[in-house]
Nanobody, 128 residues
């Protein structure tokens, strides 16, 4: 049974940075495409960034380009989301999701239905 666990969320001041992690269990080879989503209070969950299983393809929501970077270390079964220049509106629960995408188009990365496994989320709070 695949399980994802996010970490790294915390309270940070505006302008600061955080690096979130998403570890896949069991610690066997990670051949899943992985994405990051977030959900702020009272809002729908939104796609942030995705990365193919081997790191060869990445895709970002337009609003995240330049501030967020997705990467992975398959030796550690971990996918990361580096977030810089954080703003109060980045406050949300951040989720990682894993699956086998049919393609590496933007529509595939953004489609929540393509992901079979989801983590419980990690809270990021950005103070002004």
């Amino acid at each position: 049974q695949v399980r994802l666990v996010e970490g790294g969320g915390e309270l940070v001041q505006a302008g600061g940075s955080l690096r979130l992690s998403c570890v896949k269990f069991p610690l066997t080879s990670n051949t899943y495409d992985t994405a990051w989503f977030r959900q702020a209070p009272g809002k729908e969950r939104e796609f942030l960034a995705g990365i193919s299983w081997n790191g060869g393809s990445t895709y970002y929501a337009d609003s995240m380009k330049g501030r967020f970077t997705v990467s992975r270390d398959n030796a550690k079964n971990t996918v990361y989301l580096q977030m810089n220049s954080l703003k109060p509106e980045d406050t949300a629960i951040y989720y990682c999701a894993a699956g086998a995408l049919p393609s590496y188009s933007g529509s595939s990365f953004r489609d929540e239905g393509e992901y079979d496994y989801w983590g419980p989320g990690t809270q990021v709070t950005v103070s002004s």
